[in-house]
C-alpha cells in the first residue's frame, strides 16, 4: 500500500518561514518524481508548486512562488522536502505532495493527471 504523509505545516507571521515533509511509503523512492501543489480556501483547482526528479537532477518552481522556495529529497530517507521563506498570507493553502513514477524522463512534471499517487495535505496559514 502507497503511503504519503505530510508533515510541518502550521500557521506563521507574514515574512516568515515553513519546511514541509513529505515521506512516502510502499515505492522505491528514487523511482518517483514528486510535486508539491497546494490549494487555496474557496479553490477548487491544485496549484503546483513546484517539483523534483527521481535523483533530484531537475527542480521545477511555479512562478508565483520562485525565489521563495526551495524543494529537495533525501531518498536514503525516502522524503521530499519544501522549504518555503518570505512567505504571504496569499500562500495560504493546503500542501499536497505527490509522486509520479519516472522510468525514462528527466523532466519535472507539472500537471495533477501526471502523478500516481498523492498526500492527505498539511494545512498552511500564513497570517498579516
Known amino acids: 500500500q502507497v503511503q504519503l504523509v505530510e508533515s510541518g505545516g502550521g500557521s506563521v507571521q507574514a515574512g516568515g518561514s515553513l519546511r514541509l515533509a513529505c515521506t512516502i511509503s510502499?515505492?522505491?523512492?528514487?523511482?518517483?518524481?514528486m510535486g508539491w501543489f497546494r490549494q487555496a480556501p474557496g479553490g477548487n483547482e491544485r496549484e503546483f508548486v513546484g517539483?523534483?526528479?527521481?535523483?533530484?537532477?531537475?527542480?521545477e518552481y511555479a512562478a508565483s512562488m520562485k525565489g521563495r522556495i526551495r524543494i529537495s529529497r533525501d531518498n536514503n530517507k525516502d522524503t521530499v522536502y519544501l522549504q518555503m521563506t518570505s512567505l504571504k498570507p496569499e500562500d495560504t493553502a493546503v500542501y499536497y505532495c505527490?509522486?509520479?513514477?519516472?522510468?525514462?524522463?528527466?523532466?519535472?512534471?507539472?500537471?495533477?493527471?501526471?502523478?500516481?499517487?498523492w498526500g492527505q495535505g498539511t494545512q498552511v496559514t500564513v497570517f498579516s
Open positions: 510502499g515505492v522505491t523512492f528514487n523511482m518517483y518524481a
Open positions: 505527490a509522486a509520479k513514477l519516472q522510468l525514462h524522463t528527466l523532466s519535472v512534471p507539472s500537471s495533477q493527471p501526471e502523478y500516481h499517487y
Open positions: 517539483g523534483i526528479t527521481r535523483n533530484s537532477e531537475e527542480t
